[in-house]
């Protein structure tokens, strides 16, 4: 009876097991909890419950919108249902609804999605994954409307049924009490539930209430996620498209088992992206390898740089890969935009692999080693022609000497060989009234001068001076002396 009475138990556990997860819904808060590119709730959706309603808003630019709700704290094993209603009030327009489960540290572990196609009236939907990966701590509800123009779907009535944290299941402990027989049974049962989370949410003691025991649902931005699945080896996980069908093919491929395959049936321009959060301070680029089949008119590569965390609103820059590639040929091409800078402020970018039909016709790439992350700027060196050799800057930098002539030092010697004139006929001339004679220097300077061979020079202007200065004191000294000898 003691077993009996433990699988009742634990039936009545598994009735009750589901919790509404989600928070606001029905959008009667407006846009509280939730994330979203191009998402509104002052659109014009009617609410088919309450007053409110939650619309995509899809722009013929930018072709996507996208409401998202993060939930911490999913630890609990079992199964996660989404379910809601949608509308296309406007446009022609595919809603993807997703459920994207991440580790601790942000990581993707894995994503259940389901493309719907929405009427003219509110019809229900439902996305259920059977099993959330036994790590994953962090759950994102994404639901997301691409279209080739502008179009608007509605949304209502959401709602998410999961498990509750496995610390809010203390049945277990109240069968191990009742029957000790039990509590060997139901000890296995209880270690199947991730335990560990007790270490993030502690156990209050009976009957307190604890906030932190009833996960609340946090807006965390979509780019919290790093660049992941560059092969495709996990199917599509971790990449979104605009346009077209998204899809892994097993060939033709480059590495590893699969590789992505975009494919286009019109003529407007389609892409496979993911949304990275960005360092401004620091150089990212984006490579890869594609192949193009006949109908496509270019495929490259594209990084578009945005100020907000979840890369919505306008693009602040967008970098392409230095070349391209058309259809028809064959084999993987690789494809590089180079170490790019992000422009200031920019918070995080769209990596994109870029499809442009030549036609309406069918066209696909396919894509594989793709890659996005912290490059390195390597300065480019000077030219070589602009750098001399030492020798070179030594030689040019040495003015030559230019030669002493040889005319300019004879003058000199030539004036101090000449014979000084005595005081005597200085004296004589000053009485006869004669000029007196001036300085060899200034003879030699003057003759010089007017000759056209020079002018004065220092020693020319140094000589001039005492020979003046002489003469004066002579002619004094004349004049003093006649005197003197005539009293």
């Known amino acids: 009876m003691g077993l009996g009475f433990c699988a009742l138990l634990m039936a009545a556990a598994g009735g009750v097991a589901a919790d509404q997860r989600l928070e606001n819904g029905g959008f009667e808060d407006g846009s509280a909890n ?72 942000g990581e993707q572990l894995n994503q259940t999605t389901r ?43 959401l709602s998410l049924e999961g498990p509750p944290p496995a610390t809010s299941t203390p049945v277990a402990t109240a069968t191990a009490t ?43 931005a979509t780019p919290s996620l790093r660049f992941v699945n560059g092969g495709f080896e996990d199917d599509v996980t971790g990449w979104q498209k605009y346009g077209g069908e998204l899809d892994t093919v097993t060939a033709p491929r480059r590495n590893g088992s699969r590789a992505g395959a975009l494919t286009s049936a019109t003529t407007s321009t389609k892409w496979a992206y993911q949304v990275v959060a960005i360092d401004p301070d620091r150089a990212y680029e984006l ?30 820059a967008t970098d392409d890969s230095t070349s391209r590639i058309s259809g028809g040929g064959s084999g993987f091409t690789y494809l590089t935009t180079g170490p790019r800078t992000p422009p200031p402020g920019s918070r995080s970018a769209r990596v994109r692999v870029m499809l442009a039909p030549a036609g309406a016709a069918a066209a696909t790439i396919y894509m594989d080693d793709v890659s996005f992350g912290v490059a390195t700027l390597v300065a480019a060196p000077p030219p070589a022609s602009t750098v001399a050799a030492p020798d070179e800057v030594i030689e040019a930098a040495a003015p030559a000497i ?86």
């Open 287 to 316: 490579a890869g390898y594609l192949q193009a089949d006949g109908g496509v008119g270019a495929a490259y590569l594209r990084i578009s740089w945005y100020e907000s965390a979840d890369g919505s609103g306008s693009a602040l």
């Open 402 to 487: 230019a030669p002493v002539a040889a005319t300019s030092i004879p003058t000199a010697a030539a004036s101090a060989s000449r014979t000084p004139t005595p005081f005597a006929q200085v004296a004589s001339s000053i009485q006869a009234g004669t000029p007196l004679p001036r300085p060899a220097a200034f003879l030699d300077s003057a003759t010089a001068t007017e000759s056209g061979a020079g002018g004065f020079d220092v020693f020319s202007a140094i000589g001039l001076a005492i020979g003046s200065a002489l003469a004066i004191v002579g002619f004094g000294g004349a004049l003093f002396y006649q005197r003197w000898r005539g009293t």
């Open 115 to 157: 493309v719907l196609t929405p009427s003219a009236s509110y019809a229900r939907f439902s996305l259920t994954e059977p099993a959330a990966p036994p790590n994953a701590r962090r759950l994102l509800v994404r639901l997301s409307a691409t279209s080739d123009g502008d179009a608007v779907i509605c949304l209502d009535g």
């Open 34 to 105: 939730w994330a979203g590119v191009s998402f509104s709730t002052s659109s014009d959706c009617p609410a088919r419950s309450g007053d409110a309603a939650g619309g995509l808003v899809v722009d013929a630019d930018e072709g996507l919108a996208q409401a998202q709700q993060t939930i911490n704290g999913v630890i609990a094993a079992g199964a996660y249902t989404i379910e809601g209603y949608a509308l296309l009030l406007d446009g022609t327009a595919s809603l993807r609804v997703a459920l994207v489960w991440q580790d601790a540290g």
């Open 178 to 220: 009742r029957t000790p027989t039990a509590t060997a049974t139901l000890t296995p049962t209880a270690t199947s539930v991730p335990v560990a989370v007790a270490t993030n949410t502690p156990i209050p003691p009976a009957g307190t209430s604890t906030p932190g025991l009833t996960p609340t649902a946090i807006v965390v």
